[in-house]
C-alpha cells in the first residue's frame, strides 16, 4: 500500500495549493482527482474560462464604443465565436498544464479517480476502469470544493437552460438570455453575452443585486449596467421554464408571491449560488461532521471532528473564492509541518470582472452600522482623476471606510476600471493595521487610477484635492 504523509482530495486551488506548500515543507505527498484535468472548478469550469471570454468580450465591444473616439477605425467587429471559445480554451489548457508541471516539480504524486474517505487514516481511489487502490495517509485534505445550486422547476439541461458551465460553452449568442440571480456568476456571464448580442434580463430574489458588497456599490454599479443595456427585475424569482417551444418560456413572480408573468428566453442560465460538493466522499461513514447547510464543519483550524481529517475551500464555511481556498491550503499545510498557519478573514477581497470591475475589501457600511462601529468615509469619483479621464473610462469611484477613533481603515470598495489590480494597496495596508492617513500619506505615481485610491483617502480627513 502507498503511504504519504498527507493525501489531498481534490485539485482545485485549495487543494493543489494545499499540495505544494506540504511539499515544500518536506511532505510525501499525494492528491487523488476525479476529473481528467488538474486545477478544479477555478481552472477547467469557472475563473479562468469566464476570465478568457469577458476579456475576449470586452476587447469586442471596445472596437464599436471606444476605439473610433480614438481614431481608431476598424469598421464593425465580426464575432468569430469558435475561434473566441478557442482563446479560452487555450487559456484553460495552458492553466491546467501550469499545475501538472507543479506537481512534478514539488515530487507530488497525482491519482486520477474518485476519492473516498474508508476512515481517518486510509484514501480509496476509484478510477475510470472501475479498479481501487487504497492509499495509507497520515493526515487526509479534503478540497472537493462546490457544486452548482439547483432550482425547483427549472431544469438545467447545459444547452438551453444552463449552469455557469454550459454558459462558458454556448455555440452560438443566444438573442435573449434570461439570468436566474444577480450575483458573481450572473453579472460576469450576463456581461459576456449582452457584450456579444445578448438581449440580458436578470431576475433576482432579492431588491439589490450583489448582495454581500456594500449597497452604494451595488447600486451604483446596477445604474452602469443598465446604461450598457442589462435589464433587471429585482424582488422576483423564476418558478418554472417551460421548454416545450422554440423559445423558452419562463414563469416570474413577485419574490413575496403574486401573480406570475412570462419572460421568453433563448437560454436561461441558473446562477443563484453554489453548494458544497461532498458527494461519494464516505464522510458519514467516516464520522466526518457536516454543518446545517452541509460544508464540511471545521474548528478554525481547518480540522473536522475526526483526527487526521482537514478540509478547506468551497466545501467549508466562508466566500467561496479561489484565493480563500488558496491561503486555506497554505494555512493547513504549515500547521500539519507545526507551524502557525493562519487565514485571516477580514482581508480577502472580492472582484467582480465586469467593465468596470468592482472590488471590495473588508467591512461594508452595512456591517459596521450593523457593528455600531463609528466610522469615517472618504470617497473620491473617477471623473475626477486624470488618468481615467484621458481614458474615458470615468465610470465609479473609490469608497474607504476608516475608523472614526483610530482612523484604521477597515474597508475598501472600488468600482472601476482595473479596480480589481488597485484592491491590493487596501489589502496590503489593512494587513499592516494601517490608516486612512498613512495611505494618504504615500506617495502614488501620477497619472495612475491607483491616485483616486490616495485621493479617496484623503477625502476621510475631508482634504482631497483634485474634488
Ligand atoms: P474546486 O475548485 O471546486 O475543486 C474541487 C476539485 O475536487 C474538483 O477538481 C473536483 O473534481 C474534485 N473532487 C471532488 N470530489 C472528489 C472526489 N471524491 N475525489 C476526487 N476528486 C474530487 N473565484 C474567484 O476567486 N475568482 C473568480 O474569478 C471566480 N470565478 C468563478 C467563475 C465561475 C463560473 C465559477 C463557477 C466559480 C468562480 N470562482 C471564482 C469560484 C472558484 O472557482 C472557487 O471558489 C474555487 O474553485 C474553490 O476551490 P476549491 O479548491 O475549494 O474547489
Ligand atoms: P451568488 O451567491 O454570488 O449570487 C446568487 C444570487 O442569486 C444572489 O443574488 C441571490 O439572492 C440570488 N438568488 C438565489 N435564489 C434565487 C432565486 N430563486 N431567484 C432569483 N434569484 C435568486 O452566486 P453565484 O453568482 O451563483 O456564484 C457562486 C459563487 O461563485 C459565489 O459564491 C462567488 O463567490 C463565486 N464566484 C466568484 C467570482 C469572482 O470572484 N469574480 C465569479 C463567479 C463566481
Redesign the pocket.
Known amino acids: 500500500m502507498a503511504s504519504y504523509d498527507l493525501v489531498v482530495i481534490g485539485t482545485g486551488p485549495g487543494g493543489y495549493v494545499c499540495a505544494i506548500r506540504a511539499a515544500q515543507l518536506g511532505m510525501k505527498v499525494a492528491v487523488v482527482e476525479k476529473w481528467p484535468t488538474f486545477g478544479g472548478t477555478c481552472l477547467n469550469v469557472?475563473?479562468i474560462p469566464?476570465k478568457a471570454l469577458l476579456q475576449a468580450s470586452e476587447r469586442y465591444e471596445e472596437v464599436t464604443h471606444m476605439l473610433p473616439k480614438m481614431g481608431i477605425g476598424v469598421g464593425k467587429p465580426k464575432l468569430d465565436l469558435a475561434t473566441m471559445m478557442k482563446f479560452k480554451t487555450d487559456g484553460v489548457d495552458g492553466n491546467v498544464k501550469g499545475v501538472d508541471f507543479l506537481f512534478k516539480k514539488n515530487k507530488i504524486t497525482p491519482y486520477v479517480g474518485t476519492g473516498r474517505i474508508v476512515s481517518a487514516g486510509k484514501v480509496e481511489v476509484k478510477s475510470g476502469d472501475g479498479k481501487t487502490e487504497i492509499l495509507d495517509a497520515k493526515n487526509i485534505v479534503i478540497a472537493t470544493g462546490?457544486d452548482?445550486?439547483k432550482?425547483k422547476g427549472v431544469d438545467i439541461d447545459e444547452k438551453r437552460i444552463v449552469s455557469?458551465t454550459g454558459a462558458l460553452v454556448l455555440d452560438k449568442v443566444p438573442e435573449k438570455m434570461l439570468v436566474?440571480?444577480?450575483?458573481?456568476?450572473?453579472?460576469?456571464l450576463g456581461s459576456v453575452w449582452r457584450r456579444l448580442g445578448s438581449q440580458v434580463t436578470v431576475?433576482?430574489?432579492?431588491d439589490r443585486?450583489?448582495?454581500?458588497m456594500d449597497g452604494e456599490i451595488a447600486r451604483s454599479f446596477q445604474r452602469i449596467l443598465e446604461k450598457q443595456g442589462m435589464t433587471f427585475r429585482l424582488g422576483?424569482?423564476?418558478t418554472g421554464a417551460d421548454t416545450s417551444g422554440k423559445k423558452l418560456k419562463a414563469s416570474v413572480e413577485p419574490?413575496a408571491g403574486g401573480k406570475a408573468e412570462t419572460i421568453e428566453a433563448d437560454v436561461v442560465l441558473v446562477?443563484?449560488?453554489?453548494v458544497p460538493y461532498t458527494e461519494g466522499l464516505g464522510l458519514k461513514e467516516a464520522g466526518v461532521a457536516l454543518d446545517q447547510r452541509g460544508r464540511v464543519q471545521t474548528d478554525g483550524h481547518f480540522a473536522t471532528n475526526v483526527k487526521g481529517i482537514y478540509a478547506i475551500g468551497d466545501v467549508i464555511a466562508g466566500?467561496?473564492?479561489?484565493h480563500k481556498a488558496e491561503d486555506e491550503g497554505i494555512a493547513i499545510a504549515e500547521i500539519l509541518a507545526g507551524q502557525a498557519g493562519h487565514t485571516n478573514y477580514d482581508v480577502i477581497p472580492?472582484?467582480?470582472?465586469t467593465f468596470p470591475e468592482v472590488a471590495t475589501v473588508g467591512k461594508t457600511e452595512e456591517e459596521l452600522k450593523q457593528a455600531g462601529v463609528a466610522y469615517n468615509v472618504g470617497k473620491f469619483p473617477f471623473t475626477a482623476n486624470g488618468r481615467t479621464k484621458v481614458n474615458q473610462t470615468t465610470d465609479g469611484f473609490v469608497k474607504i471606510l476608516a475608523d472614526a477613533k483610530t482612523d484604521r481603515v477597515l474597508g475598501a470598495h472600488i468600482i472601476g476600471a482595473e479596480a480589481g489590480e488597485m484592491i491590493h494597496e487596501a489589502a496590503v495596508l489593512m494587513e499592516f493595521g494601517g490608516s486612512a492617513e498613512d495611505l494618504a500619506r504615500t506617495c502614488h505615481a501620477h497619472p495612475t487610477r491607483s491616485e483616486a485610491v490616495k485621493e479617496a483617502a484623503l477625502a476621510v480627513a475631508k482634504r482631497a484635492i483634485h474634488m
Open positions: 469557472g475563473c469566464s462546490s452548482v445550486a432550482l455557469s436566474i440571480g444577480a450575483g458573481v456568476i450572473g453579472l460576469e431576475v433576482e430574489f432579492l443585486i450583489l448582495p454581500g422576483a424569482k423564476v419574490a446562477a443563484i449560488g453554489r466566500p467561496m473564492l479561489a472580492g472582484v467582480v470582472y
